[in-house]
């Protein structure tokens, strides 16, 4: 049977799309209209218009997006949009509870009154400062408590006089003391001198004695009913005052009641600060110079934390530091007297109150780096209301903060960003996140790039640059930022999404332009922007060239080798990604069908290349020993390989060199490959493919070994490719060639010189075929492996002498 047709290189022009200048009809952007963004995110945009209406609890979105797509900025600009048409919410203030000091009210008031309440109550405390002061000084005031104060003490004087009267008839004189009263006995009007009270005789001091002790009697009663007269005094003061206050006070506070008629808990507030007026008249006595104690005003006044006075349309609020302080509100401290205090006026207002009524948007990154500010955004939006407390009280540790201000309910959406790994994460390890944020808007990596859309395009590069202000681009400029938006994408049909990036590349290209003082952003200078990028970043990737061209790193790029290979692999590097071939080897011997993954045994090999190295086991038993068992110990290594290897894109160039070391056929060096298998043999496509071909292409370059060299390729990968312009030109002249391969025959036809054969009806291929000496080999490898043929089955490690691929 007649081998296949051989495989034929691409040609240049299937190497890169371009997009000719010609298909435009500008001349420079500036003659274009800006296109609404996000351009080309239907469905996350459709996704994102369904959770912002949807008013059930737990329709929070979460927007799956890169950091570098723009997609913050076009999320904001969407939830603006629609909140424009939206009610302004209402305000939201903290007043001082006299019922419950430690325990602030919060107040709800429509929009703008908030503000008007925190003005009133500020006049109404200047008034108080001033007015209470003024009713005191007065002379009416003067003139009621002057006549309260003589009636008390004429009453007084009143009772002690009778006394006074009732002892001199009795000749005893009442005589007041500093410390209060006495009584003594007289003779003729005078006190009698204590020798000459001596003298008396004992029956007329007997007398004397019972007459003062009834007096006392008397006078202790009297004395016992002084503390009620002063309290009855102080009552009558007191309701002086209060008649004083209530005057003072009914101008002001009866404006404010006619004001505020509509809304009670306002009315009540005003009531209990009255009460409270009253109650410390005295702090406003001599207060007219310095006006009240601050401590005390203080409670009369009102701490607007939400205030919509000039708000138009419902909030979108961004919350760039989202810890816990900043989304939930915090309660300040400070240091008096050498101890920390507080008060209803140090509560401030967080993310999650400016936004009630409205929109809140959080990087789901920032938010997660917080120390429980995460918990705390599922605890308000699982409950619907917002607790101002502190993390210490919160969570029980201790904390000098004895304020507990009442919950205000929330009613908002909250818009999450971030990256897909962080959203498959949090669906995976939290229970609550899928509760609480039920839609997802997915912005897509890439956009499409239709040849009829060029215009749309167009515009979508017009709008990037004058959101970055810079200058107006050319056609070809603007050509050449869309084939490099499908350089980053990766792929011919499709465009990055990733705006910040496409901007960057246009702030840069138009520094070059205004050194060259030009009007315009042309092609040269986007050109010279993408290569200075390169160049910036290419350190890691230069210094890897040289190790291979002083040949501290072997590679081989001439003649044919035994069970050896050159792979390509993509190495990452800060910012920079980059291609380059590695040395693959492959060893056989007989054994018990085991195929050694040196990388994974010195545990540098990840899970994903040990099961492409299974795959292509299972595809050599199928193939060669598909009824019997596969009698092979086969070793596979990436030579001078000292970090990780993951991935499957190596299994195609590692299957032939395994098939190579069986066969004992030399694999050409000139050719490198990428690609991964499945267990039929067919080829699949890989990632990086532009990377890889572009570094085998330096390294041939640098070697002077153009001519021959190519790159075999997974033949779905073609559309994938968009090769810097000195790749495609060397395709074009005939020195570089590239092979889209489907198959693992056809990568090793074009790597043998040997005829690949046919199998026959039975399944056996020619002796002198590639396929007939590898199936051969392993049918010898079986026979020593037999019992009885001086070889044990399980010593699979003894070598038989075959090429080792070195």
């Not at 002001?252 to 600060?273: C, S, T, Y």
């Not at 005829?755 to 075929?769: F, W």
Request: charged fraction near 25%; charge should be negative.
């Amino acid at each position: 049977m007649p081998d296949r047709t051989p495989i034929q290189p691409l040609k240049a022009e299937a190497l890169y799309r371009s997009c000719p200048p010609e298909a435009f009809t500008f001349k420079t952007t500036d003659q274009l209209d800006s296109l609404p963004l996000p351009w080309g995110q239907d469905r996350a945009m459709r996704a994102l218009d369904f959770g912002s209406q949807m008013d059930n609890r737990g329709f929070n979105v979460f927007v799956l997006a890169s950091p570098d797509t723009g997609a913050l900025e076009q999320v904001r600009a969407f939830l603006e949009d629609r909140a424009s048409h939206q009610p302004v919410p209402d305000d939201w203030c903290y007043l001082y509870n006299f019922d419950e000091p430690d325990c602030p009210r919060a107040l709800r008031l429509p929009a703008g009154l908030g503000h008007r309440l925190r003005s009133d109550l500020h006049m109404l405390i200047d008034e108080l400062g001033t007015g209470v002061p003024a009713v005191f000084e007065s002379e009416e005031y003067q003139s009621r408590l002057n006549e309260l104060q003589e009636r008390f003490n004429a009453h007084q004087q009143q009772e002690f006089e009778k006394i006074g009267e009732e002892a001199a008839r009795q000749d005893i004189a009442l005589i007041s003391t500093p410390t209060g009263f006495t009584l003594a006995p007289m003779k003729d009007g005078e006190v009698i001198e204590p020798d000459d009270y001596d003298k008396l005789s004992d029956e007329a001091r007997e007398q004397i004695e019972a007459k003062v002790a009834e007096l006392q009697k008397k006078l202790q009663q009297v004395v016992a009913q002084l503390p009620r007269l002063r309290k009855d005094a102080r009552r009558q003061v007191r309701k002086l005052n209060e008649d004083m206050l209530q005057f003072a006070l009914g101008g002001p506070l009866g404006e404010l009641k006619q004001r505020w008629a509509d809304h009670p808990e306002v009315l009540h507030h005003f009531d209990r600060i009255a009460e409270d007026v009253v109650e410390n008249a005295q702090a406003f006595h001599g207060s007219h110079q310095s006006g009240p104690p601050e401590e005390l005003v203080l409670r009369y006044r009102a701490n607007l934390i939400v205030d919509h006075d000039e708000q138009t349309g419902a909030p979108v609020i961004y919350e760039d530091l989202p810890n816990h302080n900043h989304l939930v509100g915090s309660i300040e401290q400070q240091i008096r007297d050498g101890a920390l205090v507080t008060d209803f006026s140090m509560i401030r207002a967080g993310a999650l109150h400016r936004a009630n009524g409205g929109s809140l948007v959080l990087d789901v990154r920032r938010v997660l780096s917080h120390p429980l500010a995460w918990e705390s955004l599922k605890r308000v939006l699982a409950s619907g209301e917002v607790r101002i407390e502190s993390l210490e009280r919160t969570y029980g540790l201790a904390s000098t903060s004895t304020l507990t201000p009442e919950p205000i309910p929330v009613k908002l959406k909250v818009v999450l960003l971030g990256e897909r790994r962080l959203f498959d994460l949090l669906s995976y390890y939290d229970p609550d996140f899928s509760r609480l944020f039920k839609v997802e808007a997915d912005f897509s990596e890439v956009l499409e790039r239709r040849d009829e859309d060029h215009e749309f395009l167009a515009r979508l590069i017009a709008t990037l640059g004058r959101r970055a202000e810079v200058r107006p681009l050319d056609a070809p400029a603007v050509a050449r930022v869309l084939e490099h938006a499908s350089r980053l994408a990766g792929d011919q049909r499709k465009l990055t999404a990733h705006d910040q990036v496409l901007v960057d590349l246009l702030l840069e290209a138009d520094h070059y332009a205004a050194q060259a003082e030009a009007d315009w952003i042309s092609r040269s200078q986007i050109d010279q922007a993408i290569d200075a990028r390169r160049d910036r970043v290419s350190r890691h990737r230069e210094r890897a060239l040289e190790q291979i061209e002083r040949g501290i790193v072997l590679l081989d790029m001439q003649g044919a080798v035994v069970g050896q290979v050159n792979g390509l692999a993509v190495y990452r590097a800060s910012r920079c990604e980059f291609g380059l071939p590695s040395r693959i080897t492959a060893t056989a011997r007989p054994g018990k069908g085991q195929v050694i993954d040196i990388e994974r045994e010195a545990k540098l090999g990840g899970s994903i290349h040990t099961k492409a190295v299974m795959i292509l086991s299972r595809y050599i038993a199928q193939r060669y020993a598909a009824d019997r068992e596969l009698s092979l110990s086969a070793s596979l290594a990436f030579e001078q390989s000292y970090g990780g290897v993951d991935g499957d894109s190596a299994s195609v160039a590692e299957v032939c060199a395994l098939l190579s070391a069986l066969a004992q056929v030399g694999l050409k060096q000139n050719l490198a490959v990428t690609g991964s298998i499945n267990q039929h043999g067919q080829v699949q496509a890989v990632g990086g493919v532009n990377e890889k071909i572009e570094g085998f292409f330096s390294v041939c370059r640098n070697a002077g070994q153009l001519g021959d060299a190519g790159v075999l390729l997974p033949a779905s990968n073609v559309e994938h490719l968009m090769l810097e312009h000195e790749v495609v030109e060397a395709v074009r002249r005939g020195e570089f060639a590239i092979y889209p391969i489907r198959s693992v025959d056809e990568a090793l036809a074009l790597m043998v010189d040997l005829p690949l054969g046919e199998a026959d009806a039975e399944g056996r291929y020619p002796a002198d075929s590639f396929h007939g000496r590898v199936a051969a080999r392993l049918e010898a490898f079986a026979k020593v492996a037999r019992p009885g043929n001086g070889r044990s089955r399980s010593n699979g490690d003894t070598d038989n002498g075959s090429d080792d691929g070195s």
